[in-house]
């Protein structure tokens, strides 16, 4: 239960809903653009599949790709349909078998930035030529700020704090759980995301044989707590 608090504890099933909608009207946009079709899909960071039965009912054909054991067996359970793999995502070595490559939520760079650019190039391997690349991620937006938040959801509440130190994002919480009226310490935990510039991952996904076709910017937005994001959206030409 606990690695699922991390990320998905404040997720409602509509967010996934129309976040999925949003991910089909991409996909779509280029496949009329580019006379193309898209139809399989390699999720990394996928989490418990919270995107995969309405991005099915689009249609697609879905390879999720998760480290962590307990969210893999959710979505398995969820999603019988969908093909789960338990894996380190920069261990993948898929050549040429997707159309579409996408990774969600800020999923993807919690490593140094030269294994960050070594996963890059893997997804490129694992894209067919013209394949799409759809990055959903927060970015670097110039702000230097510490904060902290206070969730309260369900059966548990979360003291989060967040911290930017260049090129790190730091997301520090103390989780506890509702027990009639009182909050019973469960653990701490941390992780760190790291920070990329708008114009260095467009240059990266340059230098790695991709066209970003397009960049939606957005200034902070609640949903990755972070200090802003974008969707990236790169097709594959070499």
Not at 78 to 86: D, G
Not at 209 to 218: A, H, Q
Request: with cysteine; aromatic share 14%.
């Amino acid at each position: 239960m606990l690695p699922k608090i991390l990320w998905h504890i404040s997720l409602r099933e509509e967010n996934s809903e129309w976040e999925a909608e949003y991910i089909n009207m991409i996909i779509k946009h280029f496949e009329r653009k580019f006379n193309e079709k898209y139809v399989k899909i390699l999720d990394l960071g996928c989490g418990n599949g919270r995107l995969h039965p309405f991005l099915k009912n689009f249609g697609y054909d879905i390879v999720g790709v998760e480290l962590n054991e307990e969210l893999i067996k959710e979505a398995k359970q969820k999603n019988p349909n969908v093909k789960y793999i338990q894996k380190d995502m920069r261990e993948i070595d898929f050549k040429e078998e997707f159309d579409v490559v996408l990774s969600w939520f800020t999923s993807l760079f919690y490593f140094s930035d030269k294994e960050n650019r070594e996963m890059i190039k893997r997804i490129n391997r694992a894209l067919r030529k013209g394949g799409l690349f759809i990055l959903d991620h927060a970015v670097w937006s110039g702000r230097l700020e510490k904060r902290a938040s206070f969730i309260d959801e369900n059966s548990y509440v979360i003291l989060e704090t967040h911290e930017i130190k260049k090129p790190w994002w730091m997301i520090y919480q103390k989780i506890y759980e509702k027990r009639d009226k009182t909050l019973i310490y469960i653990t701490e935990t941390s992780k760190r995301v790291y920070l990329y510039e708008v114009e260095e991952l467009i240059q990266m996904l340059e230098n790695e044989g991709f066209e970003v076709l397009e960049v939606f910017r957005r200034n902070s937005i609640n949903r990755h707590r972070g200090e802003g994001g974008a969707t990236f959206v790169a097709r594959k030409v070499s």
